[in-house]
């Protein structure tokens, strides 16, 4: 039977129709997430306050609360999210974040959920003022005050700036929208150079830290509390007279003296940060000497070296450079009879050795030595250079100068320091005879040794979960996995749990840590060794063994 004509059509219509449908992707359900922001001392709602939602994948325009205090985002996707507040008066704040310096919790979005009742909590923030005074009792106008807070990372303590102010023409200054926590306040001029064209400058005053001392060690700290002005006042002393720095030159090596050799002052300012200043023709290459003028009270690096333009470098390829430094304080008097030793440092040869029962020998290339300084506060340190390893796992260091420093071992990537994936492991770093892996590396200059490094193959996979009250996982909280040997700092690994309280690391070298997770932790105390005493015991002990993989339980250690 023949069909007409316009029921074919609406046939073939129709199925057009349901290819077409089947063919457009299924758009997956939206979701939404809202809450409100309050006063974390009262409760109280704060409208106006700015809301920002960030995640990897979505970039969307900040909200404002509205007078209830209420804020709301709509059509997001599955994803993870972070929701950031702030306002004038009070410390940036982002939901979850226990502690004023911590981190906060993210948001795990399934499709279609919606996220509600999320509260951020905002801390007002505090202020410091008052007067700055010179020694006669009259305003100290432009004295810089700053307030400085200290911090912890891989390479010990220091110093962050929190706010700075200069004094005005009553000699007043004030330092506001400061985060609560304990500080240091330093007023006066920091060690640098004058302005260009200046030999003396009325606006430059000592330096003195709160309660009028000179050194740091003897400082005090002060505490701001939320909401709160603190008073302080501070004498200073006018230090418009500047002074000379004068000394020579003489070369370890018996080698003629570079005709383009500079001398320089290295400088540190309030939080660590600093340069290197340099005033032209300062050294003569006949006579050996040189003289640094119009040189302001502090404390500086003496350097020689030659200028990274010069001929010298561009000829001298890979050798090492000749270098020299030596640390002096300006007070109220030139400075004289300074000796720079300059020297090339020595080349000290070194070796990958691999254990020999290995049925597969690693790529010797793909690691390599990194050499920090003992003491990060220290201006003027000249890292030696570690040339690239050979395929028999032969490498050498350049210009290693006297001095203490840390060593330790990382995988590279066309040259970059990445983590290691290979499976490998530096067993022990040794010069000498002494395991340098473990403890500082104090060099005496000789350069007679070798550095032997053992390397095994077997790191391990450590994960786990993270509960806490009748073990109900936590999502979103930082883990902190730390040595036993708390020198190690490039041993520390941290990890973020995911929406199930589960978190994992790969590639962990064997040996015994402890497993940390802090429902309020200042992001820097990881590396403070008081924090972690103080919390010995609530760490979990774990024995990592080669090639292992294990599964462990950490409680959550709550806010105090």
Do not use: C
Not at 6 to 11: D, H, I, L
Not at 198 to 204: E, I, N, Q, Y
Not at 304 to 320: G, H
Request: hydrophobic fraction near 35%; glycine fraction near 10%.
């Amino acid at each position: 039977m023949k069909l007409p004509y316009a029921s074919v059509r609406w046939m073939l219509l129709a199925f057009l129709m349901m290819i077409s449908t089947r063919a457009l992707p299924q758009q997956l359900p939206q979701g939404a997430i809202s809450g409100t922001v309050v006063r974390a001392d009262t409760g109280e709602p704060v409208s106006g306050v700015q809301v920002a939602l960030r995640s990897p994948d979505t970039n969307l325009q900040p909200t404002t609360t509205t007078p209830d205090g209420k804020f709301s985002f709509n059509g997001l996707n599955a994803g993870t999210y972070r929701l950031i507040a702030t306002a004038t008066g009070f410390v940036r704040q982002e939901y979850g974040q226990r502690v004023v310096n911590g981190p906060g919790r993210p948001v795990f979005l399934m499709s279609g959920q919606s996220f509600k009742d999320a509260v951020i909590r905002l801390t007002a923030t505090g202020a410091i003022s008052g007067r700055i005074y010179d020694e006669n009792g009259q305003p100290a106008t432009g004295a810089p005050v700053q307030l400085l807070r200290v911090i912890f990372n891989a390479q010990g303590k220091s110093l962050q700036s929190a706010g700075a102010d200069n004094a005005d023409d009553r000699g007043e200054y004030r330092i506001h929208g400061v985060p609560p926590g304990r500080y240091f306040l330093v007023a006066g001029t920091p060690s640098g150079p004058l302005s260009p064209g200046r030999t003396a400058d009325a606006s430059r005053f000592s330096l003195v830290y709160y309660p009028n001392v000179r050194e740091l060690d003897q400082a005090s700290t002060i505490e701001i509390r939320p909401g709160t002005e603190i008073p302080l006042n501070m004498g200073v002393r006018r230090q418009p007279q500047t002074y000379r720095v004068r000394g020579h030159v003489i070369n370890s090596t018996g080698a003629a003296l570079p005709p383009d050799l500079a001398v320089t002052l290295g400088f540190r300012n309030f939080a660590g940060g600093g340069g290197a200043w340099s005033q032209g023709r300062s050294f003569d290459s006949v006579t050996r000497s040189f003289e640094l003028k119009n040189v302001p009270p502090g404390d500086y690096t003496v350097q020689a070296e030659i200028s990274p333009d010069s001929e010298t470098v561009k000829q001298a390829s890979r050798s090492p450079l000749p270098f020299a430094s030596i640390p002096i304080r300006v007070v109220d008097a030139d400075v004289d009879d300074v000796v720079l030793n300059l020297t090339t440092g020595v080349t000290v040869p070194g070796r990958f050795v691999a254990e020999e029962l290995l049925s597969v020998l690693p790529n010797f290339q793909q690691f390599r030595l990194v050499f920090s300084a003992g003491n990060p506060q220290a201006t003027g340190v000249q890292l030696p250079t570690v040339l690239p390893g050979a395929a028999d796992g032969t490498f050498q260091v350049q210009g290693l100068r006297e001095g203490e420093y840390r060593v330790v071992m990382v995988s590279t990537d066309r040259g970059n320091p990445v983590r290691n994936t290979s499976g490998f492991y530096a067993k022990s770093i040794r010069y000498g005879g002494e395991d340098i892996l473990t403890k500082p590396f104090k060099f005496d200059g000789s350069g007679t040794g070798t550095f032997d490094v053992e390397l095994r193959a077997g790191t391990a996979q450590l994960s786990g979960t993270v509960t806490e009250g009748l073990s109900q996982p936590v999502p979103g909280i930082q883990v902190a996995l730390i040595p036993a040997q708390r020198y190690r700092t490039d041993l520390y690994r941290p990890a973020l749990t995911d929406q199930n309280g589960k978190f994992s690391f790969a590639d962990v070298v064997p040996g015994e840590y402890q497993l940390f997770s802090w429902e309020a932790l200042d992001a820097s105390e990881v590396f403070n060794p008081d924090f972690l005493t103080r919390y010995e015991a609530q760490g979990l002990n774990v024995h990592v063994a080669e090639f292992s993989a294990q599964s462990v339980s950490v409680k959550l250690i709550p806010a105090p």
